[in-house]
């Protein structure tokens, strides 16, 4: 690994805070960033591993793509007992499609810690996805399964994944609570900040008050995001009065 | 699960041994015997749980297919370095293929466990490799990712996933050998003999003799695979003499 762990590393000039971003968006440390830095690597470089293996982010795609499959698969087996095999295939493809994993990594844009000879904008959209799912495949290499689901959870499961929204019976969160506040009568506010705090990320905070208390809180990268993610969490909490 | 618990474990009467022979098959023993019983319920059955979802290992399946799906994906990734994805993608199909799967659920006797309403010999050929993969469902339920890499590694990987073989590269290790002790005018002899040991099932072990010397020893469930087992082995052991 000598040689290429050379070349990878003199990289961290190029690419200063990649070791400190990369932390903030997984959420652990790394235990061997060399995992990482191959997971942002395209083939366009030309770097060979000492037998020489082309490294390019894209074999650890298709190492992320299973382990973002299973752990997708353990979750809708436990939340959805009572749908049937055909059931929990369409749920899945629908959290793994290619809009959704290019949404994820957008979001955390992975594309900025992309080292290749070809200029960004050449890339097709689903490049986003792609490095998600590399990155995916880079920690399972660093950490293995556990720190995967952990990851997978704190960042497609938990904000996005609710079995109700996949089945397109509810569409959005905000719209049934406003629905239901108007028929109720009861005044509400979603109000938002920027809540920038030390993420590297711009983030939105959004509290939700229903008449003078606020029911929910929450923080995502858009506006648009963090106000859903609230509504959800109050439709949740108030749910033996909404439904 | 009072009441699924109940009725499933009224059959221990029926099925016997089905606990014993679980231990054999898994190689560890299981917490909860529960998700095994969960794995061989046909749904003809018509047993539900306490909230009325129908219990039937269809459902496993599909969370099984997921695990073996990452975790051949990742020995993959690693034994083929120089493989790009198209090239990992198309050797795990060639791993997790319904025949391959099939043959696994076949040698472990899976059929004999499954509890339905239907006759058996109405089931069709992938019924074998359906309770294969429910199979590693249960395990997955049961204990989680490792356990599930284990079992892959001793009942799929170990014995029969050889990227060259894959590849179709090596046809069988057995000719390769006899092809070499000829060109090399050596005495060989396959001693195949029955040996059953504590096992369930029937085993058939083989020792490989090289001239007067034991070159390669091996078990396996059918004596041609035993002896393709043991060429192997012995490929790798003398690698340097026979390439």
Known sequence: ???????????????????SVLNKTLGFKPKNVLHYRKAFTHRSLNIKDEKGNAISFERMEFLGDAILGAVIA????????????????KMRSKVVSRKHLNELGKDLKLIDHVETNIPKDQFGANIHGNLFESLIGAIYLDRGYKYCKRFIYDRVIDPYVDIEQLEGQVISYKSLLIEWCQKEKKDFEFEVYEDTGNDEMKHFAVKLW????????????????????TAKRAYYALQNKIS
Chains 1, 2 share one sequence.
Not at 2 to 19: A, D
Not at 218 to 229: F, I, M, N
């Open 74 to 89: 353990s979750h809708l087996y436990k939340v959805a007992p009572g749908g049937d095999e055909g059931y929990l295939t």
């Open 210 to 229: 229903l008449d003078d208390k606020v029911v929910a809180k929450a923080r995502a990268t858009s506006k648009k995001k963090a106000e859903e993610k």
């Open 1 to 19: 690994m000598g040689v290429i762990r050379n070349i990878l590393s003199s990289r961290s000039n190029k690419s200063g805070n990649f070791f």
